[in-house]
């Protein structure tokens, strides 16, 4: 699935295209760069063109009816004229766009300032979120860049058939975007992409990033975006039927899919027995959700699932562990406090870790640490959350709301819009 210039290509002509991709970029490049308000106008048409009737296409891409309904509802929110324009002025301030005047002290200098596209964005997207490629394009785009999108081998599509929607609405945008599907193992030809592009940004785990710094020339700046790493701490003040159902709805809302995803479970507490009546409470819990839910993995990955928690306890001697198995669930418990990834789809896990030694265990992790959900009382709330923020945690939130996203939210603590722009100075002629 390949697009240029507002319509689909197919392998051959993307050859064509790729021998001078660099020339047409450069054409696009002496232009002025796309107006904000023509991707905002476009955005706008966009959301009121979705209707009920996309849910059958989410659907034809396995996405449950009542989670595509979420998808098309946060697809409105995030194409909102208004929400954009004030993702604009959050984050690159109300001058956007518009020359400032410096005055300098001491210095006998005229200049003027103004925030510039970076130039070409190269988007190595991952398969673990639906339209992915489409929200990043888009913030390309409202920073006047031009983008090349390097899709993932699990794209479902759904990204590449918004894109081409957005073109046919404004056919103004048709070159400043580029998607191509070339395999991760075409390294020649990503290779060239990179070479064109003033930032690679990269959607992805270490293994990714590792992948793109390896390739990327020294002339390439990376912007990572890279897979994180969420969790849940919990007090004996936190451990309530509410906020134990809420966390249990994430876990099985998201498939523990997502970097706000829970992974697992710390627990104030140094002993083990507290873990395991922990797991022993909870596990009915997280079980009655899944069953609540309606969905359930598939027969695949169920079976690789079942494999994972029978080999954690064939090694639970070099690693040792005691596994709680529900009906369709389970919680493992570690006797090791270090963080990692869970077997997911219903499958998490659950440590120990004193608040005292909440920054010396998890600040070795600081740039994988996304977001902590604090189950404690309001009275722990402050002080947990400066210890959390301390180690590297850059959202807190409680257990339900661990993946939701909020108006102007920042991406891994870091704004979007900024990190895909820069500051221009001119000296003014006295």
């Known amino acids: 699935m390949n697009l240029a210039f507002g319509r689909m290509i197919d392998v051959e002509e993307r050859s064509r295209i790729m021998d001078s991709l660099e020339r047409s970029i450069a054409k696009t490049l002496s232009k002025e760069s796309v107006a904000p308000s023509a991707v905002i106008d476009a955005c706008e048409e966009l959301a009121r063109s979705i209707g009920p009737e996309h849910i059958e296409l989410l659907s034809s891409l396995g996405i449950p009816e009542d989670r595509g309904r979420e998808y098309l509802q946060e697809a409105k929110a995030m194409l909102d004229g208004d929400y954009i324009r004030y993702r604009l002025e959050k984050e690159l301030g109300a001058g956007y766009g518009v020359k400032n005047t410096v005055t300098t002290n001491g210095i006998r200098l005229n200049v003027t300032e103004k925030v510039c596209p970076l130039g070409v964005l190269l988007h190595i997207t991952a398969g673990n979120q639906y339209g992915l490629a489409f929200y990043?394009?888009?913030?390309?785009?409202?920073?006047?860049?031009?983008?090349?999108?390097?899709?993932?081998?699990?794209?479902?599509?759904?990204?590449?058939?918004i894109l081409k929607e957005l073109v046919r609405i404004e056919p103004s945008l048709s070159e400043y975007i580029y998607v191509f599907d070339y395999p991760s193992s075409n390294t020649e030809e990503i290779g060239k992409l990179m070479n064109i592009a003033n930032a690679v940004i990269v959607w992805g785990g270490d293994a990714a990033v590792r992948a793109v710094r390896k390739m990327a020339s020294p002339n390439t700046e990376i912007i990572e975006w890279g897979h994180k790493i969420s969790f849940a701490y919990v007090t004996e003040q936190g451990i309530t039927e509410k906020n134990l159902?809420?966390?249990?709805?994430?876990?099985?809302?998201?498939?523990?899919?997502?970097?706000?995803?829970c992974q697992g479970i710390y627990l104030d507490t140094e002993s083990m027995d507290a873990i395991y009546d922990f797991c022993r409470s909870f596990l009915p819990i997280l079980d009655a959700c899944r069953d609540g839910a309606g969905t359930m993995p598939t027969m695949e990955i169920a079976a690789q699932n079942a494999i994972q928690l029978y080999t954690a306890s064939l090694e639970s001697a070099e690693n040792p562990c005691k596994v709680f198995r529900g009906g369709k669930t389970s919680i493992t418990a570690y006797e090791n406090s270090s963080l990692e990834v869970s077997v997911m789809h219903g499958n998490c896990w659950a440590k120990r870790l004193p608040t005292k030694d909440i920054v010396t265990v998890l600040h070795p992790y600081k740039n994988h640490l996304q977001t902590a959900a604090l189950l404690c009382s309001e009275t722990e709330r402050n002080s947990l959350a400066g210890r959390l923020t301390s180690a590297g945690i850059n959202r807190i939130t409680d257990g339900v709301n661990m993946s939701e996203m909020y108006r102007g939210g920042a991406h891994d603590g870091k704004y979007?819009?900024?990190?895909?722009?820069?500051?221009?100075?001119?000296?003014k002629m006295v």
Do not use: M
Not at 141 to 156: A, E, H, M, P, Q
Not at 416 to 427: H, W
């Open 136 to 161: 990043s394009v888009v913030e390309g785009l409202l920073t006047g860049n031009i983008n090349i999108v390097k899709l993932s081998r699990n794209d479902d599509g759904l990204s590449l058939f």
């Open 416 to 427: 979007p819009l900024k990190e895909y722009t820069r500051i221009v100075s001119i000296e």
């Open 245 to 261: 159902s809420g966390l249990a709805e994430n876990i099985v809302k998201t498939n523990q899919l997502l970097c706000s995803s």
